[in-house]
Structures are given as structure tokens and as C-alpha cells.
């Protein structure tokens, strides 16, 4: 029986890098660990057979979602029976409750890690990920009620703002938990990734780490894709892995819709060094007054 160690982000941040970054490293194979295969190394807490399991032979979809919410501790009871050491679950959900529970069981964790990228660029990774307009998805982050799932293969994800999961993950500093920002994994991989090998306790010889980094690659995965097909793609994008790099915002987004992302999320980007400085009189007079103040 193993304690669970979260893998977590916002939707289109980095966590299928991460967890393929983590199974490459612990397989310590030669070549690429296919992506499809990821399941067998982490588990991701949404998925409904886990919940059907402990629903007593009710029919998800019947179910309220206080009684899904009832079971999630019981859930997680069962991931720590996967592995005898120590358990990866991918998520999705804020830090935080959800109809009275828990969304995450504190009893059976041992840490976790979480990975935030730019909300400008993911604005534009979600516009694909669920077929939306770039304008829809600038509301996609900004709403504090946002949640996908609830069918016959995923319950619930409770993600919220953008802001509201960032500043739930990362508000309380923790040694059991690690914060890494997507862009310097992407421009300092080694540095970055070793510091993840060494919060788990690993210390891998550099032909290991590099490999591992390697065989994780975005050319890697995406080259994968197009020869296997990836089965966490969603039915509404073309392919899983479309760039993966940092600052497509500049091509892509128009001032408008930089300044209200910016606008939507200025406190937390703020604190993670997101804000351009040619976007800075974006910030609401308000918040800036404040930061002058203290």
C-alpha cells in the first residue's frame, strides 16, 4: 500500500509532459515509453471505473454529484492499493472542497507536485483542446464555476478560474509540494527536471536524467501522436501535442484579448512573473496602487 503523490495542474499545462517525463525515468528505457501506456504508471482521479467500483451498483450518471463527492475519499483509499510504494495520480481539480469533500484526501498523501503555465498560452492550448474561440476560452479561464466531465468515462473535474487553481495549489507554501512553472522546465529542463527527480528522493546519474528529459521531448511525444494516436486527445482537436512552446500568445492573441486576461488574472501572474512589461498598464489602477503600497 503506497501514499498518493498528486500530479497536478490547470487543463493544458504541462501534466501529460510531467507524467511521461516521470515514467521515462522510472522505466529507464532506452527508447520512449509509448504515451498511451502512461495509465499504467499514473493513475488519473476522474476516471469513472474507480468511482463505479465503490457505487454499490448505482449507474454514475444517476448519481447526484454529492453522492459521486461521497465516494471520492473512499476512491482514493483504493488508488493507494495499486503500488506498494508510492502512487501517482493525475489531476485536474482546484485544491480545495467540492459538495463538503475534499477533493483531494490529505489522509492517504504524501506530497505532489504542480505545474502552472502562462494563462496566455494556455488560453490558446484550451481554444483547441475543447474546439472553442479564443474569446470563449479567455471566459473559460475566467470562470470560477468551470468544471468538464460527468460522463461514462470521467466523473466531474472541478477546475475553476484559472486564478482560483493556482492561488489553491500554490498559496500555501509546503516541503510536501513542489511548484515548477512550465516555461522554465521548457528553457531549463535539466536543471528543472532534476530538481522533480530530487524532491521524489532520486538521484539519477546525468545519462539517466537527460535520457529520460529526452525520451519525454515535445518532438518525442508528438511524433508518438501521429504514429500511434494519443487516447487522451479530445474528439475536438485535431492532436494532443500541437506546439508546446512558451510565448505563442505574441502571434496568436490580439491586445484586447491580452489586456483582458491580464485583467482576469493579474493577482497571480503577478506573483509567478507572468505580466509582459509592455502589458503592465493592463492591471487594474486599483491592484497597482496596491502593489505600490506595499
Known amino acids: 500500500m503506497g501514499a498518493l503523490i498528486w500530479l497536478a495542474s490547470y487543463p493544458k499545462s504541462g501534466n501529460t509532459w510531467m507524467r511521461s517525463f516521470l515514467h521515462n525515468l522510472f522505466r529507464n528505457s532506452h527508447e520512449p515509453v509509448d504515451i498511451n501506456d502512461i495509465t499504467d504508471f499514473c493513475i488519473g482521479d476522474s476516471g469513472a471505473q474507480w468511482y463505479a467500483r465503490r457505487a454499490g451498483g448505482r449507474i454514475l450518471k444517476d448519481m447526484t454529484p454529492e453522492e459521486i463527492s461521497a465516494l471520492r475519499p473512499?476512491?482514493?483509499?483504493?488508488?493507494?492499493?495499486?503500488?506498494?510504494?508510492?502512487?501517482?495520480?493525475?489531476?485536474?481539480?482546484?485544491?480545495?472542497?467540492?459538495?463538503?469533500?475534499?477533493?483531494?484526501?490529505?489522509?492517504?498523501?504524501?506530497?505532489g507536485i504542480y505545474v502552472l503555465r502562462n494563462p496566455l498560452d494556455v488560453a490558446i492550448s484550451v481554444s483547441h483542446?475543447?474546439?472553442?474561440?479564443?474569446?470563449?476560452?479567455?471566459?473559460?479561464?475566467?470562470?470560477?464555476?468551470?468544471?468538464?466531465?460527468?460522463?461514462?468515462?470521467?466523473?466531474?473535474?472541478?477546475?475553476?478560474?484559472?486564478?482560483?487553481?493556482?492561488?489553491?495549489?500554490?498559496?500555501?507554501?509546503?516541503?510536501?509540494?513542489?511548484?515548477?512553472?512550465?516555461?522554465?522546465?521548457?528553457?531549463?529542463?535539466r536543471k528543472y527536471f532534476k530538481q522533480v527527480a530530487n524532491f521524489l528522493g532520486l538521484k539519477p546519474s546525468t545519462e539517466r536524467l537527460e535520457r529520460a528529459?529526452?525520451?519525454?521531448?515535445?518532438?518525442?511525444?508528438?511524433?508518438?501522436?501521429?504514429?500511434?494516436?494519443?487516447?487522451?486527445?479530445?474528439?475536438?482537436?485535431?492532436?494532443?501535442?500541437?506546439?508546446?512552446?512558451?510565448?505563442?500568445?505574441?502571434?496568436?492573441?490580439?491586445?484586447?484579448?491580452?489586456?483582458?486576461?491580464?485583467?482576469?488574472?493579474?493577482e497571480q501572474m503577478e506573483r509567478f512573473g507572468y505580466i509582459p512589461d509592455d502589458y503592465r498598464d493592463a492591471i487594474p489602477e486599483e491592484a497597482r496602487v496596491k502593489v505600490k503600497a506595499g
Open 74 to 111: 473512499l476512491v482514493h483509499r483504493d488508488f493507494t492499493t495499486v503500488f506498494p510504494d508510492s502512487v501517482f495520480v493525475k489531476t485536474h481539480n482546484f485544491l480545495g472542497e467540492w459538495h463538503g469533500v475534499p477533493l483531494h484526501t490529505m489522509e492517504v498523501t504524501a506530497g
Open 129 to 189: 483542446h475543447f474546439g472553442e474561440t479564443i474569446d470563449e476560452a479567455i471566459e473559460h479561464l475566467a470562470n470560477d464555476k468551470m468544471c468538464t466531465g460527468g460522463n461514462e468515462t470521467h466523473v466531474l473535474e472541478v477546475h475553476r478560474s484559472w486564478s482560483t487553481h493556482v492561488k489553491s495549489w500554490t498559496e500555501h507554501p509546503s516541503p510536501q509540494l513542489l511548484v515548477l512553472r512550465y516555461e522554465d522546465l521548457l528553457h531549463k529542463p
Open 213 to 266: 528529459i529526452r525520451n519525454s521531448s515535445f518532438k518525442t511525444l508528438k511524433a508518438i501522436e501521429q504514429k500511434k494516436g494519443f487516447k487522451e486527445r479530445s474528439k475536438r482537436s485535431e492532436s494532443f501535442f500541437r506546439e508546446g512552446r512558451s510565448d505563442q500568445w505574441r502571434e496568436v492573441l490580439t491586445p484586447d484579448q491580452v489586456r483582458r486576461i491580464i485583467r482576469d488574472h493579474h
